[in-house]
T-cell receptor, first 114, second 112 residues
Framework: GAVVSQHPSRVICKSGTSVKIECRSLDFQATTMFWYRQFPKKSLMLMATSNEGSKATYEQGVEKDKFLINHASLTLSTLTVTSAHPEDSSFYIC??????????FGPGTRLTVT | AQSVTQLDSHVSVSEGTPVLLRCNYSSSYSPSLFWYVQHPNKGLQLLLKYTSAATLVKGINGFEAEFKKSETSFHLTKPSAHMSDAAEYFCVVSFGGFKTIFGAGTRLFVKA
């Protein structure tokens, strides 16, 4: 149980375009979902926390207008990188949590902006 | 302030020898502690977790960790390393189930 999926696993987009990444909890309802970014050979950096039906809470230094997060249902959260630039290239990982219990991580999405 | 420190950025062991990955934390609250493993270009897999029950926690793949409150440590150990254990390991501290802090990670190399 407690499986989290992400789609796509890899995406390449051109500078200036937007790309959407989906995070789904497959076998449980996630009251909270988290989005992380991981730079090469680095640890995970929390970008934002989203609760179903409410606005996401962004960590300091993360541009909320650039990284749009929507948590429309208890099983789906999306991260949209708007007007992507090459420096946005990274590994994005989501996680889902049920009422403050442990987080279950998705497999990650590798974004490359050309 | 809450923080987590992984004391070694990389550890190299020979196959069949013990593994020790060190983690210290700082917390004003009673934390939950986790160890995750990440293989290249993959997501995170939970190895084990401590949530105020037994201080010696057994996880998957023969890993275990001991919570030592007096030393604020949660070191990860395995008696005998396998080649497949080569990966990045993260010590994670969670407070109140929401605020989560990742350690910087320890890269484990296993030599044949």
């Amino acid at each position: 149980g407690a499986v989290v999926s992400q789609h796509p696993s890899r995406v390449i987009c051109k500078s200036g375009t937007s790309v959407k990444i989906e995070c789904r909890s497959l076998d449980f309802q996630a009251t909270t979902m988290f989005w992380y970014r991981q730079f090469p050979k680095k640890s995970l950096m929390l970008m934002a926390t989203s609760n179903e039906g409410s606005k996401a809470t962004y960590e300091q230094g993360v541009e909320k207008d650039k990284f749009l997060i929507n948590h429309a249902s208890l099983t789906l959260s999306t991260l949209t990188v708007t007007s992507a630039h090459p420096e946005d290239s990274s590994f994005y990982i989501c996680s889902a949590s049920l009422q403050g219990h442990e987080q279950y991580f998705g497999p990650g999405t590798r974004l490359t902006v050309t | 302030a809450q923080s987590v420190t992984q004391l070694d950025s990389h550890v190299s062991v020979s196959e069949g020898t013990p593994v020790l990955l060190r983690c210290n934390y700082s917390s004003s609250y009673s934390p939950s502690l986790f160890w995750y493993v990440q293989h290249p270009n993959k997501g995170l897999q939970l190895l084990l977790k401590y949530t105020s029950a037994a201080t010696l926690v057994k996880g998957i793949n023969g890993f275990e960790a001991e919570f030592k409150k007096s030393e604020t440590s949660f070191h990860l150990t395995k008696p005998s390393a396998h080649m497949s254990d080569a990966a990045e390991y993260f010590c994670v501290v969670s407070f109140g189930g929401f605020k989560t802090i990742f350690g910087a990670g320890t890269r484990l190399f296993v030599k044949a």
